[in-house]
């Protein structure tokens, strides 16, 4: 059982837009900077959304992160058949002493 | 552009240790922070710890007794060795880096690179 929760999966139509809940606690996403990451079949997880809502170099912003208390939310627009991935969030847990993630989310583009 | 690769045997019997290897190219090991994240099958991330290139370590507190994190910065490889393993330690096994953000004078708050993972089952 992960410490945040994610839906197990989502889908979306091509160039659609759908939206990723994280949820936690105050010990981790309230008091802590939340990131994202994608992992694509069979390729190492890439950064996408650092410190709630910043997007590193190259990721386009068609990607979008937010945060409001304990839960936080990745967005994605325009969404593209290669989008299809797991994504997993992640932040601090202050209680724990630990980085924790959330189980991950499937994205299926139908 | 920064690389990792983990390397190590696929296969440790319970009780033994578990032994893997990342191997960072295109940066440097120095003032990065560098971690271990595991995934069990059919579960989430899990933090595994982090190793300073200074050499000081943080571990999480549930595996704290049996990790084990090293350096080489001559081969720019860092190091997990994970003691008295059983089949609830089988996972792919990633190692990423931390980064350290001069603005707020400690470690970023994310995993910037990370390697493709490597799976490491626990069998008799």
Redo the contacts between chains.
């Keep these: 059982q992960?410490v945040?929760t994610q839906p197990p999966s989502v889908s979306a139509a091509p160039g659609q837009k759908v939206t990723i809940s994280c949820s936690g606690s105050n010990s981790n996403i309230e008091n802590?900077?939340v990131?994202w990451?994608q992992r694509l079949p069979?390729?190492?997880?890439?950064?996408l959304i650092?410190?709630n809502n910043k997007r590193?170099s190259g990721i386009p912003d068609r990607f979008s992160g937010s945060k409001s208390g304990t839960s936080a939310t990745l967005g994605i627009t325009g969404l593209q058949t290669g989008d299809e991935a797991d994504y997993?969030c992640?932040?601090?847990d202050s209680s724990?002493?630990?980085?924790?993630?959330?189980?991950?989310t499937k994205l299926t583009v139908l | 552009q920064v690389q990792l690769q983990e390397s190590g045997p696929g296969l440790v019997k319970p009780s033994e240790t578990l032994s893997l290897t990342c191997t960072v190219s295109g940066g440097s090991i120095s003032g990065n922070y560098w971690t271990w994240i595991r995934q069990p099958p059919g579960m989430g991330l899990e933090w595994i710890g982090y190793i300073y290139y200074t050499g000081s370590t943080n571990y999480n507190p549930s595996l704290k007794s049996r990790v084990t994190m090293s350096l080489d910065t001559s081969k720019n490889q860092f190091s997990l060795k994970l003691s008295s393993v059983t089949a609830a330690d089988t996972a792919v096994y990633y190692c990423a880096r931390r980064g350290y953000d001069f603005w707020r004078g400690r470690g970023t708050d994310y995993f910037d690179y990370w390697g493709q993972g490597t799976l490491v089952t626990v069998s008799p």
């Design positions: 992960s945040l802590n900077y990131s990451y069979g390729t190492a997880p890439k950064l650092y410190d590193p997993y992640g932040a601090w724990l002493s630990a980085w924790v993630f959330g189980g991950g």
